[in-house]
């Protein structure tokens, strides 16, 4: 998908924001979303969107959109670092297709780093358990 294509309503995280698609949810304002991952790539990697903001990228959401959401990665990155105590974490959000964009909906990945654990490939293998997804929600979520 090229970087100036068009925002698709019916993406998986629009979805999502309606409740046609479950989630396991870590933190909800009128404009924010933050979730789980399902194809973790560590245990605590969740994904922040904006909720109104129908931007695909980087390139076209209102800088007042990027700015709320900006907030909100770092607060939610603030407490995955308190709640699961990573070694380390990484920010991550991708532009295009060849830059491994899957979801053509801005959002940004905060993906704990644990110094004896490797990290999964991005948007691969199986599904996480959804089970064990709400386990980690639940230690984050306490952390607000």
């Known amino acids: ?5 068009q925002y698709d309503p019916d993406n998986i995280f629009a979805k999502i924001i309606r ?5 396991v949810k870590i933190y909800e304002t ?5 979730f789980m991952d399902v194809f973790p790539q560590s245990e605590g990697h969740c994904l922040v969107i904006h909720k109104q903001a129908t931007a695909t990228n ?10 709320t959401l900006m907030a909100a990665v770092q607060k939610l990155a603030r407490v995955v670092r308190d709640s699961l105590a990573p070694d380390g974490i ?3 959000q991708f532009n295009g ?3 491994g964009q899957t979801v053509y909906h801005l959002h940004f990945h905060i993906i704990p780093v644990y110094e004896d654990r490797d990290l999964g490939a991005h948007a691969s293998g199986r599904p996480a358990d959804t089970q064990g ?3 980690t929600a639940a230690k984050i979520r306490t952390a607000l």
Not at 58 to 67: C, G, I, M, N, T
């Open 30 to 34: 009128d404009s924010i979303l933050a």
């Open 58 to 67: 980087l390139f076209d959401v209102d800088s007042r959109d990027l700015a």
């Open 19 to 23: 409740g046609d698609i479950p989630s």
């Open 1 to 5: 998908m090229s970087l100036d294509a």
């Open 133 to 135: 997804l709400e386990k």
């Open 97 to 99: 297709a060849p830059a």
């Open 90 to 92: 990484r920010i991550a």
